[in-house]
């Protein structure tokens, strides 16, 4: 058995999530879950028996990945090489992507046997993408789906003015979608950075016509580790004091209220603006300074 | 009758180019045209008779537009208004646009009645791009059928070169693919703008990891019009003089031939890195200046 860690982006829009995805949520989406692919394409290295992935940032359907992380066990066949090589295994994992999927693997370890890609993660950086002065119906082809189009102008620097109230350690209960995974893990998180930016349009220096007035915002939020849906509901609050929707002193309110079902609560903000953007992890538990390089290692010959 | 020029963007990866689909085509791909989802959309619009549109620039299934263009007679109901305006239209247009499809209307304008998309059209500009230093299997899946992946090093200096040979009137003959058009329409085509310029990835500054190796290009071109897949064909040239698998000197006796059958003829580029990117009209062309505006004018009110 030999553990990797890999690293893997995909565009959600087409998922159900990151996650895999039980029949019933199948059946009635008709979506799979970005596991589901790269379990898939595992099967296909030619284990000894079946790969399990563990994620370590769960992402809803419609929210993107830039580079998401997990980890897994492979085992190989008694007559095969125990370890593939780094390189390699990228490599090949890529080529048995089937050529519909929107999803690449971008990177792969071995690391230590104890690793593990969810608790060992020391911090995650998410980026939202917002498109100003335009409706769902109005945005470029080229941003369907990959960010929130806001009709209304937004005053930002009260948005920025905002974000101060998320920074350092809050208890994020008022801010948390229901999950079947609240009941045992904390809500209190500390966020170390939020910045709002002025951004651009995907290829927008090449827009003729049409698209001018809008203009293209992106809020970077970094923590090691967030409650369910905290970015999209915070996106929002920050959105709705930018619109003039809430006052800073309401969003106060609702997050020290710690109450999920505050009145005051903002709804969600779609999933289509945001992308899970970055998962670190210390060198010092990626490390195998203490194996030695397997003589083993067998280089994937992917059929390209 | 009133006769529209709408300008229009898509991604060309799920059709089978912009001009209607046969049943034929369909039933074989089960890809539509991107004309096919505009003229279902009409249809929506209420009109007295089905309204077919007559695109100015045909592209491939694959190839993109930031910008094409088409003109269409609108002929409404007797008790019904008989112009739309041209704000409200768009809108309009936009609204009927199923979600899945990658289509956007991003203006919409009344036209002489003599006016005609296609032969109206003073130049048309196109932009290839190209990601150099990874496979289409290692692209990020950014890039995904949004580029042209290309493996190995491009000497730029030797493209920027060969664009050159292109530049100016030519007979294009042994850069054009067979086509019904072919046998009525001239060869001799003139260039007025070839440009290779570094670029940049989608999204790249967010890039985390992974891609730091893949450097992008794009290269412009404008004309008042090419023979079928003149861009395509041109690309692949200027890149195979950048691998250097093709002199100077070979690409000038391929044009030089009007050889279409000639021996040393590049292959066609893929369609994922062409974006049409605009059609240009004179503006005396387009003006309405002696109609009066129509009291007649009807705001579309789609359901939103």
Redesign the interface.
Known sequence: MVRYLI?F???GTNYCGVVKASKNAIARSGKIGVQDVIENVLEKLNPYRSTKIYVSSRTDSGVHA??NTAHFDLVRPPNKPEAFRDESLC?GL??F?PRRE???V??ARRVPDKFHAQHNAISR?Y?YRIAVGC?Y??????E?DRCWAIKSELNIEAMKEATKLFLGTHDFSAFRSASKENSFKSPIKTIDRIEIAPSHG??DR??????SHIQFWEVSFRSRSFVYRQIRRMVSALVSVGKGSRSLEEVRAVLESCDNAHPKTSPTAPPDGL?L??VLYNEEDLSLENMQESESSEIVRPN?
């Open positions: 690293h982006q995909y565009f830039l580079c490599l890529n080529s992507i929107q999803v690449r971008i990177g950086s980026l409706t119906r109005s945005l470029p082809v080229t369907k995907l290829l090449h827009w003729s016509r049409g698209h992308y953007k970055e390209l």
